[in-house]
């Protein structure tokens, strides 16, 4: 069943990184004369470079420790686009 949940929330998951790499790359690298970054290319930087971080696999993970998991896995990408946004807004 996690495995099922883990394969349903990686597209989303995947999207959500993407939006946050587009927003911050188009806050602070576009003003520097970098090109524009799409979805599309944001979500192809997150696949390549996944092949290359080793992950842990946990069978005997619980669910609270797996929900805790996905959770972090959510809000990191929120607090960055936060920090970011403060930045954007504060620094110009």
Do not use: C, Q
Request: glycine share 4%; hydrophobic share 70%; charged share 10%.
């Amino acid at each position: 069943m996690k495995a099922l949940i883990s394969i349903l929330l990686l597209f989303p998951s995947l999207i959500w990184r993407a939006f946050v790499l587009v927003r911050l790359w188009f806050w602070f690298m576009v003003p520097l004369g970098l090109p524009r970054v799409t979805i599309m290319t944001a979500m192809a930087v997150f696949i390549i470079s996944a092949m290359f971080i080793p992950t842990e696999i946990k069978k005997d993970l619980g669910w609270e420790e797996f929900a805790v998991k996905y959770l972090a896995h959510f809000m990191a990408p929120l607090v960055a686009l936060g920090i970011g946004w403060l930045l954007h807004v504060f620094a110009a």
